[in-house]
């Protein structure tokens, strides 16, 4: 099972958004918002109280 890159939630099969970068490296999305915040926000997860992987 897939997790999203950012919030680290877990994706069903056929569910979020699958982006594939210039490296090659996929990234999951749950959500264009979590999408939004990793490419074009250039935020961290860890970083991001929201997402479930932020780390104090
Ligand atoms: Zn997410």
Same mark, same amino acid.
Request: hydrophobic letters at 20%; aromatic letters at 0%; charged letters at 80%.
């Given at each position: 099972m897939a997790k999203c890159t950012f919030c680290g939630i877990n994706l069903p099969r056929g569910t979020g958004k699958i982006y594939v970068q210039k490296d090659a490296k996929v990234l999951y999305f749950c959500s264009s918002k979590c999408e939004k915040n990793m490419l $074009?926000? /250039? /935020? $961290?997860p860890i970083t991001t109280k929201w997402s479930g992987r932020y780390e104090k």
């Open positions: $074009k926000l /250039r /935020r $961290k």
